[in-house]
């Protein structure tokens, strides 16, 4: 289940064995494949790149990753908090230069991931290996009860988002302008090369991206500490939190899946930007309802300082998608 010397010595194995069963998603692998091969390239010309190229790369790393987390994470997946039309817009044009499918898809298999974590129903799960978890759950046919589960759930809420409908009729076309898009601001706002531009800016800076998001399904699942809820495998792991935009406080998440911030506290004792934007649209007026869990946490610490009976009526119900989505919760107008 670690990432260890054996997971990779088995790796030819395993996908010998996946190939004999027609199990491999030929159209992912071709693309990822492309993916990796073009970021490989864009390593070796990061060392000629300009100073303004190497800001512009850690600037959509942060603003693409938002339309992941903030945007069909916590907004979309979870619907944690409330947004007006125009954060709604900026976040799905981050996540749609981010690409990781659209917010539609991205959304239900989260949604399925929460409700049916740690079976073969989920998407990415985790006791299948590091690996799995990581990437190869996308390399590989649906498993037969993920298919099951996936229409039995209701995404209504989700399609009456227009926004939402209109990126989901455009996936895939619009994956390759979304991911080069940014090269046409290096090329012509400061005079960066194309191959740099299309390399780094584009291929390599997608490519990070995706890996950083990739982290919360696999290390935050398999490393860290389980201060809120040691029955589980989700842990909180600071080092996917500053990767990903303080998404790695995941042993909280997953008790509460409804909070907004999706770790118990603010930015100044755990690092979390993504709830930090948010609180900024909030002040602004852009964002209202959001759904915040510790008082749960401290009903439920009150409870146990009398009883050793972990009946934690305020968990998350895992077998209830509603309320993974948040309906019983504090919100802060």
Known sequence: MDLSL??????PKVLNH?????????????FFAVVHITAFMGI???????????LFFFILWQLTGYGITCGAHRLWAHKSYE???MVRFLLMIGNSIAYQGSIYSWAINHRIHHKYSETNADPHNSTRGFFFAHIGWLLLKKH??????????????????PLVRIQHKCDPFFAVPAILSPCLVACYGWNESVSNSIFVVGCLRYCFVLHVTFLVNSAAHLWGDHPYDSKIAPAENPIVSYLAGGEGWHNWHHRYPFDYAASEFGISSQF?????L????A?????????RATSSWRRYRERMATTTNDTDADRCDATNTTDCIGTDAKKEM
Not at 148 to 160: F, G, I, K, P
Not at 272 to 276: D, Y
Not at 283 to 291: D, I, Q, T, W, Y
Request: charged share 30%.
């Open 6 to 11: 054996e997971m990779f010595t088995n790796i």
């Open 18 to 30: 996946h190939y004999k069963e027609g199990n491999f998603n030929w159209p992912y692998m071709a």
């Open 44 to 54: 070796f010309k990061v060392a000629d790149c300009k100073r303004e190229s190497y």
């Open 83 to 85: 947004a007006h039309f």
């Open 144 to 161: 037969p009860d993920r298919v099951e589960v996936e229409s039995q759930l209701d995404y209504t809420d989700l399609w009456a988002d």
């Open 272 to 276: 979390n930007p993504s709830k930090l």
């Open 278 to 281: 948010i609180d900024t649209f």
């Open 283 to 291: 002040f602004l007026g852009l964002v209202r309802n959001r759904k």
